[in-house]
């Protein structure tokens, strides 16, 4: 074939057998389309409805409230006076939801650091180190969350000292170390999958343009699985936030420890279930973004085999 066959060719095939590292594309065509949740808020019959069901449910606490003589404290006016301390703890102190979501960023960040080096040892060449990133991955991936966390806040130390200088360490320090792990193990197979899923072909060709294996893995195979790890990484995201009341067992004063404490505050049964239905609503709208998110990104990068 001669040079000038060869470049009609590619030109008006474009393909080739050669295994050849395929560049990341963007389709501008398909761009970002609008979400699961701008199209819910547009919806009006959906809109019109959720607002009928907050009017009722208002005129509902009110009658009650009346019947039982307290005009002044409805369930509304209660979750109103207790929502500063749920969300964000007593003055002075840091708790409450916003302690949840800070737990969720730091063990999620932790765990992604950790389980990207555990994954890329399972795949290693040596044995040794295979078998260890292995092991390791199995034992917290199948431990159960709350073990650990138990574990873990009886295992380290309250206090430490530096330099003759004595450091507390506070209960939910040590329940975000904890929660991490499990994220660790279950990163780490992520990683681990999105490495297999990678065509040999892909490390023959770095191989043929003599390029190292720690080469050929941070410059050619982890980019490719970026796009492939993102939805499952942001799945355990949701997971991690949706667990992370297991330290209020612990003491720590979280959102739902807080939740608790203005229930005993108020001492009225009827509040139990709009108080705890309050705090899961504060989760669900942190939550179901990023699930809706996931879906796009799954859609948009799915694998076509």
Avoid: H
Wanted: aromatic share 14%; glycine share 6%.
């Amino acid at each position: 074939m001669t040079g000038k066959t060869m470049s009609k060719f590619f030109l008006t095939e474009g393909k080739t057998d050669l295994p050849v590292l395929k560049p990341f594309i963007v389709d501008s065509k398909s761009g970002w389309q609008s979400g699961n949740l701008v199209a819910l808020a547009s919806n009006r019959n959906v809109g019109f409805t959720i607002a009928l069901a907050l009017v009722v449910w208002l005129l509902f606490d009110s009658a009650v409230a009346q019947s039982q003589g307290d005009s002044n404290q409805t369930i509304f006016q209660t979750l109103i006076k207790w929502t500063p301390l749920m969300f964000k703890g007593p003055e002075g102190e840091f708790g409450g939801f916003v302690l949840n979501i800070t737990v969720s960023f730091i063990s999620m960040a932790l765990g992604t650091f950790l389980g990207l080096w555990l994954g890329i040892g399972q795949v290693s060449p040596n044995t040794a180190i295979r078998r260890v990133s292995w092991a390791i991955t199995q034992i917290f991936r199948n431990s159960p969350w709350l073990v650990l966390l138990f574990y873990f806040m009886l295992l380290l130390p309250f206090t430490i000292e530096i330099f003759g200088q004595k450091f507390d360490i506070p209960g939910w320090t040590k329940a975000t170390f904890a929660l991490s792990l499990p994220i660790m193990a279950n990163v780490s197979e992520i990683v681990r999958g999105a490495i297999s899923s990678i065509e040999t072909g892909q490390w023959e060709s770095a191989e043929s343009l003599a390029f190292s294996r720690t080469q050929t893995m941070w410059r050619i195979i982890l980019p490719q699985c970026v796009k492939r790890m993102i939805p499952p990484w942001m799945n355990w995201y949701c997971i991690l936030t949706m667990s992370t009341p297991l330290i209020s067992i612990l003491g720590v004063n979280d959102g739902m420890t807080l939740t608790q404490n203005a229930l005993a505050a108020e001492g009225r049964s009827e509040f139990l279930i709009p108080m705890y239905l309050w705090l899961m609503a504060w989760f669900f709208a942190y939550s179901y973004p990023i699930a809706s998110l996931t879906r796009r990104l799954e859609r948009r990068f799915a694998i076509e085999t």
